[in-house]
C-alpha cells in the first residue's frame, strides 16, 4: 500500500518468509493477500517496505482479534560481501 505526499513514499509488500530482500534492488517478490495455516501451526510471512527516504525509526502496531498469539520479530540489514555465486 503506497503512501505518496510530496516529500515521502513509503510502499509495503507482504511476501513470503522464506523471500530474499535486497535494499539496494528491486523487490522482485510477488505480494500475497491470503493465505491459511491448521490449527496449532506456525505460519510465518514478512513485511518488505521501501521508502524515498532513510527511516531510522519505524513504529509497528498490531490491530487483530489474534493479537495474543501474534508474535512480531524485526530484521533490519545483513551486511553481505558474497550474496551470490552464480559468477564465480
Given at each position: 500500500?503506497?503512501?505518496?505526499d510530496a ?15 535486497f535494499a ?6 510477488r505480494p ?57
Amino acid at each position: 500500500m503506497p503512501i505518496t505526499d510530496a516529500e515521502l513514499q513509503f510502499e509495503t509488500r507482504c511476501i513470503s518468509s522464506l523471500a530474499k530482500v535486497f535494499a539496494d534492488g528491486e523487490l522482485l517478490e510477488r505480494p500475497f493477500r491470503e493465505a491459511s495455516a491448521l490449527a496449532n501451526e506456525t505460519y510465518s510471512f514478512q513485511v518488505a517496505y521501501r521508502s524515498s527516504r532513510l527511516l531510522k525509526s519505524l513504529t509497528v502496531r498490531i490491530e487483530s482479534p489474534l493479537q495474543e498469539c501474534i508474535m512480531f520479530r524485526s530484521v533490519g540489514l545483513v551486511p553481505a560481501e558474497l550474496a551470490d555465486l552464480r559468477g564465480s
